[in-house]
């Protein structure tokens, strides 16, 4: 981006100012071109943010919300047992997927940027692996399931195979059905920003590293990967984000037997208890955004695009 | 060329059995659809018929799929061209390097991480609060954009930071107004990428669930119909449904692949005609 930049800059101060005024001040028509945008996220981003916090200093009935000033909502939410149990859970659900997206992740990526050799066949094999990501979750979900049921593909073939007597009961609805659930839907975040990085390393980088003597692990360990940060870094960003955020596949996976902070969010709209609701989602943003916070000190996004 | 190191082999098998993982209970739920009248949702299969596909179009089996089809497909639309114009406006305001534009691209990241309950949430609480009416079209089309535009804006990033500006300066030294510049240089070259930003409006709005959740009003998208019917069918004319909605977005993806091949064709067709005279 810098360099980009570099170039592009000097242009602006060197061409002599021209008559048309504001239109032509780069931060007028900068701001006049980015309107939209800025209208978008101010309207569907930051109020209705701005909104939750509000609300979730308000009070509740059965039947509607009261506006108010009580702290209620988060006493109840930081005094209650369960909450810690479900953030708790919540992060074991974001590492877990977050460790195999980025174990599968990274080989895929490695695979098809340093094993594949003709472009047409890279980007072929790349699509193979992003297309998934333009059909729906919902329905990818559900397709799990003649899999991993009671009777399904999965407990038939070991069953058929002598490897076990009876079905195993926690191929679905459990945690490992959410966990196999998120690495399926999430391992592409983790594949597109490591191959995009993968791609920029200067392939004599490798040569150099041979003829040095390193070995394939060596030159994995010592190049590869300190080059492939930012790439892994972005990844981990979208997973965690996305496990962290998720309710959907923790209720349709577990069978509404597991809970995460998303699901009690869901499950106190569910019961019209939108003030506790919006408790429980401001604490979960600051999570998730003091967890991004901590992730964007090693990867400079916007360069690595 | 060289000999494959044994790593290759080991390797290939890995993404084989990735590119199966992934794909192989699409492929599951696509052969089950054709499960014979008296089957069930997993296998054996009790012959093969297109009884349940039949039950697609008959309204009372499934409730109101076709409505909600199609009130996802016209939001996918919307949703697509204001992604494209909108981001391809941004792109080219950040180029600028203006005053709070990294503020702006903080908030725009912020929108893509923010777990999509929050918006659905908050935009929710919004119209309420006001009392406008929820509907698909209006609150349900905002809080999509709140996702796409963040990937269309990425994208516009990785363009430009490739895009030659000679270009511009070429067009401009030549007499061409900044308008013109845009419309005439700058968007040509883009194009073939405006595609790509195309198909992430398109299709991420289509299977857009946990945002629209509060935010479609009375009348459902396909997601949303999809997922009601999972709590209450049991018989395989969800696999058929899933099975369509998939062929569909096949469809879609490879209509967009093949406009970026096509127009890549021509351009290597017309670049070839340079210096040739005509």
New interface residues.
Partial sequence: ?TD??A???P??PATPPRKGGALKN??V??????????F??I???????V??VI?SFWQATEFSIIPAFSLENYEFLFGSPVTYRVFLATFKYALITWALTLV?GF??A???AF?I?SQSIQIA?F???T??F???????M??????L?R???AN?TLISWGVIDEPLEWLLYSDFSVILAFV?LY?LFMVVPIFNTMMRIDKSLLEAARDGGAN?YQTLVNVVIPLTKPGIMIGT??VV?LV?????TVR?MSGSQRANV?RL??ND?GLLQ?PS??AT?VV??CT??IV?GILLRFVN??KE? | MERRPRSFYILTVFFALFVLFLYGPTLTIGILSFQGEGGGLTFPMRGVSLHWFRDLFQEQAVGDIWGAFRRSFALGLMVMVTTVVVSVMAGLAFRKRFAGSGLLFYLAITSLVIPSILVSLGVGLIFTQLGLKIHWATSGFGSQLTWTLPFGLLIMFAVFNRFDASYEEAARDQGATAWQTIAQVVLPIIAPSLIGVALFGFTLSYDEFARTLLTAGSYNTLPLEVFGMTTNVTTPVIYALGTLTTLFSFVIIGVFLFAVWVMGKRRARAGSDAGKGV
């Fill in positions: 981006m980009t930049l170039q592009a800059a242009q602006a780069r931060h028509l900068g701001w006049l071109q980015a309107a939209p945008l800025t978008v996220l309207a569907f981003l930051v109020a209705p943010i909104m939750i609300v599968i080989t895929v490695y695979y098809l094993h050799r094999l699509l193979v692996c297309i998934p333009w059909t729906s979750n919902i329905i990818r559900i397709s799990w399931i003649p899999f049921g009777n399904g593909i038939q399926h391992t394939g960003i979208f984000t962290m955020g998720d309710f959907i349709f998303g969010i869901s709209i939108y609701a919006a989602a979960l943003l998730v955004l991004i996004i916007r695009l």
